[in-house]
C-alpha cells in the first residue's frame, strides 16, 4: 500500500482514475444476489446543480458524513466520486454484519451497484476505534468483492485521526494520522453545510421519528381500534368496500390539511393533525388493499390506476395495478420523477402515523416512509426506516420486497436515467 499516494495532495496528482468495466446496468430487484445485509446504507447524490465536486480523497471523506446525515461508526463505507469530482454512490455496512450470515451475496450485490454507477475513484474507508487490524478481514473481504470492479483506495478513520489504509510512510500519513479537524472544518463541510446538510451523531439520532405525547397517543390508538372493530364487522364485498372507501377518505383528508411548510410550525412544534384522523389513517393502512392504493396516488400517473380499481375492491386488480406502477418507478426508461410536494405532505402524515399508533399499527406507515424516501434517493433514510418496519413486523411483505431493492443499492429509475445521461 505504501507508496500509493494518499497524502494531502495536490489536485490532480492521484489517486489515478481507476477503469471501471461497462457491466450494463444495475440488476433489478429480487436477483438472486438480493443483499441479506440489514445494517447497511447506502445514497446517491441527487443530479443536481449545487452538488459539491470532490477534488480529493480528502475531499471524499470530508464529504461522507453529510451524504449519509450521521458520522459513521464501526463501519466501513464505499465512497465513489464520477467525472469531474460528482459525487457517486456512497454505502455503509456495520463491520459485525460483514461477519454475518449472508455477508458475500451482499458484497457482491454491492459490487454491481457501485460498477452500474460507472465511478472513476472508489475509498474504501474504515470507521473504527478498535484498531484497524481488528478489523483486517472484513476490509479484506470488501476488497476482494470489489477487485473485479473498480480499484478501491483504502482509508482508516479513527478517533485520533485518519490515514490511508496500510500506509507506512511517515512523511504521507504521520502517526497517528491527519487531524480530523482537517476533515470536519475543512471546505467541504462549510459547503455542505451552507446547502443545509446537517450530521447527526448517529444514524438513530438522524432519522428517530419522536413518540406523541401519551394522551394524543391514547385518542389516536382509540380511533384506530373503532377502525379496526369496523373493518372485522364489515361484512360481504359491499360492507368491505364502504369500509375502504372512508379509510381511503381518511388518507385523502389528512394528505389535503397536514401542513408542511415552515410556516406551520407554532413555538418550533409542528402543527399535528387530529389525533383521531391520524389513528383512522394508521388503521386504513393495515389493509392491502387500502396502502396499495394509497401508494398509487403519490406516484404520478398513479390516480389512472386508482380509478380502474375503485369499487371492485378486487385485490388481484390493485395487486396489478401496483405492480406497474412499482415497475415505472424503478424503470429508468420511464424513470417517473416524485413530486416533492406530495411526498412532503406524505410524508408529514406518515410520521405522524408512526409517532402515535401502536406498535402492532405501525408496519404500514414506516414502509411506506422507506418507499418514499428510496425514491427521493435518501438511501441512509430509506434503509433505517425499511429497518424500523422491520422490527415492527418481520414477516411484512412489502417491507421484504423493499429491504431487497434498498439493500442491493439498486437506486429508483429516474437517478439512473439522470446519471446515465449526465
Ligand atoms: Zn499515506
Redesign the pocket.
Known sequence: M?G????ITVAGAHPQPAAVPDRGPVPGAGSPGCALIEDMTTSLDLPEPSTIPLRSPHDVLAAVPYRLGFRPAESIVIACTAERGRPGLVARVGIDELRGDGAAEGLAALARAVAGTHPTYCALVLYTARGAAAADDVVQDVRRALQPVVDVDGWVVAPDGY??LG?E?PT??PEPGHPLAALECGEIGAAYVLAGHVVADSADAAYRIPRAPEATRNLAGRAARRSEVARQRATGDAGTGCWRDEALDAWRKALHRVETAAGAAVDGEPVGLAPALVGRVGAALADRVVRDVALLTLVPGGEEAVRATTGEADRATVDDATARVLGRVIDPADAVVPDPDVVARARAVLEQVDAHVPQRLRAPALTLLAFLAWWAGDGPRASYRVGEALDADESYRLAQLLHCVISTALPPGWVRAASSSG
Request: aromatic share 0%; proline share 0%.
Open positions: 505504501t500509493r499516494g494518499h497524502g490515514r490511508g500506509c510512510d504521507c500519513c
